[in-house]
């Protein structure tokens, strides 16, 4: 009997199981990847999951890769840079294999934590109606075997097998945006200041009137390119995703000139099966974090962090009910409202569910300020980052407020 199940051993499972254990908890760790492994997934992160890389420990061996600090955002909407947060004034772009390794390795360090990687869970076991804990496939066996816990938590992204067969409420769906590839190419010359860099563009000849490019300088030298379209134009796409992608990028004068005659290296890969939607992340015996309880378009980077920070605030509320300081219901409810309360206004803007509250000339409005007033580029860039509440920017109150403050300035 362990104290939690996690499965999904990721950024989100690893990061729980690492929270919990310093608490002294039993943990089995399960994931189905062999690692290390990439995932589908490019990898800007900022202040926000730094600061809890330094809590669970692994900071420093995130900070020793040889990946270069991007000190400034510059997005089509927005461009500032990025502010200070415990001495930490950067964001990072780390290829997934080798960061997510690192909590993986802490936590097999860890003597509270049993890891099994390779080893996929099939299925729930239930105690009447709570969950009990989880069968499993262990490596190299055909045969299930089961394990008990007092909670068992998916961090098993999107498709979830915990939430599915949970039956975790899904709210607040909105259908997928966008379609998004990317590429590595190396020794791109680095911008100065070094920054997250996206712009956009069209594709004509797949009808696509909205299309982006990103480049956002990555660790060993390499320059993750990235481009998507309109989610209605990804069937297109991908009947030459290589040469569209390439097309794309020639669109773009800016990010050529960077990229010069280079070549990409390896395959350029992506997907358009990128759904938004929260889900209800806790119940009798199971709870989600990561992107299994919330997942929307990677186009305001929002991913990693959320799911850092809803692992911070999970294991704060399994401890408060595991001491006996709430009951578990309470412990799931506060999980519930902590999380959306933290991750719900840039939820609400990457899927533009905050934009359609606003009035349009309020948000016309909205967009020329930040154009204008470095004041108000800094505060989103700062609320992307998580470095202040993004509910002081990202809601319709805070909008409208900014917009009316800067007509009475004005
Ligand atoms: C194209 C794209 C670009 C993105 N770009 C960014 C970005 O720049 N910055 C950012 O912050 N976010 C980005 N994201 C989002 C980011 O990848 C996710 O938010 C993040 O990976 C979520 O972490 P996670 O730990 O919840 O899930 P994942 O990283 O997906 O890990 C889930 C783990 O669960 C395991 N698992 C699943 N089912 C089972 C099972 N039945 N048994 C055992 N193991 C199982 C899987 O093997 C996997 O290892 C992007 C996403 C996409 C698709």
Known sequence: MYDA?????????ATTALLLAERGYSILLLDKDRFPSPVMSTHVFFTDSLDVFERIGVLDEVLAIDAPRLTRMRFPYVESDFPEVNGRDFALCIRRDRLDEIPLRACERHPNIEVHTETRVTGLSWDADR???VRYQPRGSQTEETAAARIVIGADSRHSLVA???GAEQYDDVPALFAWYYGYFRDVPRDEPV???????????????YAASFVFPSDDNLTLVGFGVQRDRFDAFREDHRGNYLAGLQTLPSVMERLGDAEPEGPI???GDLANFLRVPAGPGWALVGDAGCHKDPHTIQGMGDATRSAVLLSEEIDAWFSGEK????AGRDYHQRRDADLKPMYDFTTNRLQAQVDEEVWDAFQTLTREDPQVARARVAATAHAIDPATVYTPEAVEGMVSAAKVAG
């Not at 199940?5 to 499972?13: L, P, S, T």
């Not at 920054?195 to 009137?209: G, H, K, M, N, W």
């Open 327 to 330: 009951s578990e219901q309470d």
């Open 195 to 209: 920054s997250v860099y996206a712009a956009r563009t069209s594709l004509p000849q797949i009808e696509a009137e």
């Open 164 to 166: 599915r067969e949970a």
């Open 131 to 133: 969950v009990s804990g």
């Open 5 to 13: 199940i996690i499965v999904g051993a990721r950024i989100a499972g």
């Open 269 to 271: 890969i992506g997907t």
